[in-house]
């Protein structure tokens, strides 16, 4: 059963009205219950993705939490007159459920990116949480998703954490999740800010919301992705315009 929280429709999916602190706590709570759960952190990128994928838009639509990971649907929800509360982002959310781990023997089991950048970002946190239970690991680059589903169900991990990038992220969990009953959520690139190998902006920039211009100055070559927020945006003004119409 989903848990209860009203939605927020932008562009076709249905965000989450929920804060940060909300989230943690509610996870948190799922976690204690043994409940199987699966979010979902989004952003402008993901919602285009949705719009042209049907089958990755039923697979999202399956989420008991989608968050708006990204200004963009924030400016988007106030755009159509249903405001969202705050950006309620993947990579905090993570950070403060691996705490929670770390301090109440729960199990975690990793999943995605690079061998090298998974390996770093276990020593970094054994090293920060010396007590937390990585009860297993595997890379993003596998040929056969069953045995990585077989493995962590023998882990038996109360969160999965899974950075595969969208979409292969969220149809890996939509499929997998019942071999399992935990906290499943897809983090993206969070494992190589993990590892120290990609840079989080500073706060100054996330405080101005311009996180997405620090990642470009780091890295020239998303200029197509970063691309995707106007077209996002003109989106969102289309919709809003067509719905005033009616």
Known sequence: MKAKYPTVNVLGVNFTKITNHALRTQLIADSQQHLNRFVVTANPEIVLYARHDPAYARVIQQADYITADGIGIIKGAQLLHTPLPERVTGFD??????????????????LGAKSAVLELTVAHL???YPYLKIV??????FDDA?????????????FIFVALGFPKQEFFIAKYRSCASAIW?????????????VKRAPLFWQKHHIEWLYRLLQEPTRIGRILSLPRYLALVLFSKYNHQKK
């Open 126 to 128: 054994h090293a920060q």
């Open 136 to 141: 297993g690991y595997h890379d993003g680059y």
């Open 93 to 110: 959310t993570l950070v403060a459920l691996l705490a929670f781990a770390a301090q109440n023997n729960k199990r975690v089991f990793l």
């Open 185 to 197: 959520m897809g983090v993206g690139g969070s494992f190589d800010v993990l590892a120290g190998t």
């Open 146 to 158: 069953a045995q990585v589903a077989a493995e962590i169900t023998a882990s038996a991990p109360d």
